[in-house]
């Protein structure tokens, strides 16, 4: 299947910091989405990205689809400790499979220390 | 929008037992999803459905796991018999037409002891 390589698997940050985050595919996405899961709940949208090159910002977290379509990155700004959790890249290649689904990332686990 | 909902939110059953999980989409969504999560294997597509009808079910593991939608408000993931390498946290995801995002309830801890 469809393999997303998203890195760092792990971060441990001091407050305050900026982080940055990134997810690499062999092949081209038609869309970009990232999402954060807090312990105990489900996977919540934060960005999606439609185009090449699209730059989209949400508060202190930024997003950009790769120019290459082959990958996307994430930055926080200012990190606070509720900013910890899970995040996850997710992609719908191009072409699209017949069932249309999304290709999720391992996720990025992401601590911060106060 | 109340959002996606799943029931029950934890789930401890014996091996052997049968399990269902529930899951109500966002009303106005046509398309719905059941993930699997592992530390081992992260988020797995089990099955898709698309206007109640299911499209992919190549990510269920088994005969023993099955999945209905019997209306647009309605899906269950059932188990029987249930096994302890089942124990994870399973989602349900809905979508609107042809857009790519998908939300996402709050996911059923299953544990199979």
């Known amino acids: 299947g469809q393999q997303l390589n998203q890195s760092p698997q792990s971060m441990f940050i001091q407050e305050e910091e900026d982080v940055s985050m990134n997810c690499t595919s062999s092949s081209i996405f038609n869309t970009w989405l990232w999402y954060k899961q807090d312990p105990g709940e489900g996977p919540v949208l934060l960005i999606a990205l439609y185009k090449a090159g699209e730059l989209t910002s949400n508060g202190r977290l930024t997003a950009q689809f790769g120019i290459t379509r082959k990958d996307s990155f994430l930055n926080i700004s200012a990190s606070i400790p509720s900013d910890v959790g899970i995040y996850f890249c997710?992609?719908?290649?191009?072409?699209?499979?017949?069932?249309?689904?999304?290709?999720f990332g391992t996720g990025t686990r992401l601590t911060v220390i106060p | 929008d109340a959002g996606v909902i799943q029931s029950p939110r934890h789930e401890v059953t014996e091996m052997g037992q049968e399990v269902t999980l529930r899951c109500k989409p966002i009303s106005g969504h046509n398309s719905l999803f059941w993930y699997r999560q592992t530390m081992m294997r992260g988020l797995e597509l089990l099955i898709y459905?698309?206007?109640?009808?299911?499209?992919?079910d190549s990510g269920m593991p088994e005969d023993r796991f099955s999945a209905k939608m019997p209306n647009a408000s309605f899906s269950t993931l059932k188990i029987q018999p249930s096994e302890p390498r089942d124990s994870a946290v399973y989602f349900c995801?809905?979508?609107?037409?042809?857009?790519?995002?998908?939300?996402f309830g709050p996911g059923t801890r299953l544990t199979v002891l």
């Open positions: 995801a809905s979508r609107e037409g042809a857009t790519d995002t998908q939300y």
């Open positions: 997710a992609g719908q290649p191009v072409p699209q499979t017949g069932a249309n689904n999304l290709f």
């Open positions: 459905f698309n206007n109640n009808v299911p499209i992919d």
